[in-house]
């Protein structure tokens, strides 16, 4: 890179011609599609799950539940609590329970509604303030600098408070996530996706079908998108495509539709800040204060990292001598 002059984009020839080749557009001879049975409930105990019929559908080539895994039954993440498939509790709206690969949509339809799944809803917690009370934390960042409650109380400063909050947000990236799974043949799979961190869908592939991380290759497809929503998110769809991939030995396209990519897929978390800021009479911040809550949802996937950051970017690009931030 040069000071001054232009940069050629290597991608961008092919993205003007409409030539770039996306998730949706690639194909491979004898690819089975897959879709998710999902679960309509915030909290349930799974009490009976029956694939029984749905594996006698016409058309339908594989159905994987949790014990079925060959693997971990485990994301591998900052903390190691989000599962491949729903063994035993379902924590949120469109958690996976089951998995079904077959050759045509219809298909995979009827296999995907002959599942039969009893749950016994449990309460959900879906607030932070009563996570909070509940004891359901993930992390809790500290920082502690000076003597912020000292310098709140001096007669010569000036205080703002308030309460601000953040709502979740959608991505909104052009292409749904997706992801296409083929056996190598020799034990092996790999996985062709639309994804930001491909060692991370490396590490998803590698836990729940217990291979080893030489045995899973990973090819990031051109991307459409993706503003930190295909960091974490990918890996699940990109686990599910290969664990079927390798039960039927064909490859298995997993192609979320916008819908279900809005419903199940990582948000801009929400967030709750109660800010206290002092400054001098000619303005200078002397001092602040910061109870700072992340809804990190269901598991934790990024969210430590998410709220790391959040708590020392707390006061912005100031310096601030006396300091006291919570964040949990």
Not at 61 to 81: E, K, V
């Given at each position: 890179m040069i000071v001054g002059q232009r940069m050629r984009r290597p991608d961008a020839p092919d993205k003007v011609k409409g030539t770039a080749l996306y998730i949706e557009d690639l194909?491979?001879?004898?690819?089975?599609?897959?879709?998710?049975?999902?679960?309509p409930h915030p909290h349930a105990r799974i009490v009976d799950?029956?694939?029984?019929q749905a594996s006698m559908i016409p058309g339908v080539r594989a159905i994987l539940t949790a014990r079925d895994l060959p693997g971990q039954n485990i994301i591998p993440m900052i903390q190691s609590d989000w599962p491949v498939l729903?063994?035993?509790v379902v924590r949120h709206v469109g958690?996976?329970?089951?998995?079904?690969?077959?050759?045509d949509p219809v298909a995979l339809k009827r296999g995907l509604d002959a599942i039969v799944v009893e749950y016994e809803p449990r309460p959900a917690i879906l607030d932070m303030e009563e996570a909070l009370a509940a004891g359901e934390i993930i992390q809790h960042w500290k920082i502690r600098r000076g003597e912020a409650t000292l310098a709140m109380g001096r007669?010569?400063?000036?205080?703002?408070?308030?309460?601000y909050h953040?709502?979740?947000?959608?991505?909104?990236?052009?292409?749904?996530?997706?992801?296409?799974a083929l056996p190598d043949g020799m034990g092996g799979v790999t996985v062709h996706g639309s994804m930001q961190c491909p060692f991370y869908v490396q590490k998803a592939v590698a836990s729940a079908t217990g291979l080893d991380l030489n045995r899973v290759r990973v090819v990031q497809t051109v991307t459409g998108g993706g503003f930190g929503g295909k960091e974490d998110a990918p890996s699940?769809?990109?686990?599910?495509?290969?664990?079927?991939?390798?039960?039927?030995?064909?490859p298995v396209r997993l192609i979320l539709s916008r819908e279900e990519d809005m419903a199940v897929m990582s948000k801009r978390h929400p967030g709750r800040i109660r800010m206290r800021t002092a400054a001098?009479?000619?303005?200078?911040?002397?001092?602040a204060e910061v109870d700072y809550l992340l809804d990190g949802g269901a598991y934790a996937t990024l969210s430590p990292v998410v709220l790391f950051r959040g708590t020392v970017h707390a006061c912005g690009p100031y310096r601030v001598p006396n300091v006291r931030v919570d964040a949990r």
């Amino acid at each position: 890179m040069i000071v001054g002059q232009r940069m050629r984009r290597p991608d961008a020839p092919d993205k003007v011609k409409g030539t770039a080749l996306y998730i949706e557009d690639l194909a491979f001879a004898g690819s089975l599609i897959a879709g998710v049975l999902r679960s309509p409930h915030p909290h349930a105990r799974i009490v009976d799950l029956d694939v029984t019929q749905a594996s006698m559908i016409p058309g339908v080539r594989a159905i994987l539940t949790a014990r079925d895994l060959p693997g971990q039954n485990i994301i591998p993440m900052i903390q190691s609590d989000w599962p491949v498939l729903a063994a035993e509790v379902v924590r949120h709206v469109g958690e996976a329970v089951a998995l079904v690969a077959a050759e045509d949509p219809v298909a995979l339809k009827r296999g995907l509604d002959a599942i039969v799944v009893e749950y016994e809803p449990r309460p959900a917690i879906l607030d932070m303030e009563e996570a909070l009370a509940a004891g359901e934390i993930i992390q809790h960042w500290k920082i502690r600098r000076g003597e912020a409650t000292l310098a709140m109380g001096r007669g010569d400063v000036v205080v703002v408070e308030g309460t601000y909050h953040t709502p979740y947000q959608e991505h909104a990236y052009i292409e749904p996530n997706g992801m296409i799974a083929l056996p190598d043949g020799m034990g092996g799979v790999t996985v062709h996706g639309s994804m930001q961190c491909p060692f991370y869908v490396q590490k998803a592939v590698a836990s729940a079908t217990g291979l080893d991380l030489n045995r899973v290759r990973v090819v990031q497809t051109v991307t459409g998108g993706g503003f930190g929503g295909k960091e974490d998110a990918p890996s699940l769809p990109g686990a599910h495509a290969a664990l079927l991939a390798l039960a039927t030995g064909r490859p298995v396209r997993l192609i979320l539709s916008r819908e279900e990519d809005m419903a199940v897929m990582s948000k801009r978390h929400p967030g709750r800040i109660r800010m206290r800021t002092a400054a001098t009479q000619d303005g200078h911040l002397i001092a602040a204060e910061v109870d700072y809550l992340l809804d990190g949802g269901a598991y934790a996937t990024l969210s430590p990292v998410v709220l790391f950051r959040g708590t020392v970017h707390a006061c912005g690009p100031y310096r601030v001598p006396n300091v006291r931030v919570d964040a949990r």
